[in-house]
């Protein structure tokens, strides 16, 4: 019923940038909170930022100051602007979203299928 669809991600140097997308689309009613989360290989899934319909942001503190989260509501779409990145912010980055969709008054959240951001020292 909602797919998310990251886009964006790629290789970059040390100290470069990266702007990522996810855009939801289906039959949606309304979208709360859209965040990313990120898995490096042989880690755990972690959390790295939130944004809620107000446009209020959370951030991991490995990330805060260097990562940026915004959302056009229009467009159901989420964004992850990252600067300064490090090795370490190899990983792949996955959008989730808590969706309200047609004929189900309960929201769940949805994911996508994952994007690679790799960065080079």
């Known amino acids: 019923q909602v797919q998310l669809v990251e886009s964006g991600g790629g290789l970059v140097q040390a100290g470069g940038s990266l702007r990522l997308s996810c855009a939801a689309s289906g039959s949606i009613v309304s979208i709360s909170a859209m965040g990313w989360y990120r898995q490096a290989t042989g880690k755990q899934r972690e959390w790295v930022a939130i944004i809620n319909t107000g446009g209020v942001t959370n951030y991991a503190d490995s990330v805060r100051g260097r990562f940026t989260i915004s959302r056009d509501n229009a467009k159901n779409t989420v964004y992850l602007q990252m600067n300064n990145l490090k090795p370490e912010d190899t990983a792949v980055y996955y959008c989730?979203?808590?969706?309200?969709?047609?004929?189900?008054?309960?929201?769940?959240?949805?994911w996508g299928q994952g994007t690679q951001v790799t960065v080079s020292s």
């Open positions: 989730n979203a808590v969706v309200k969709v047609v004929f189900d008054h309960l929201a769940k959240t949805y």
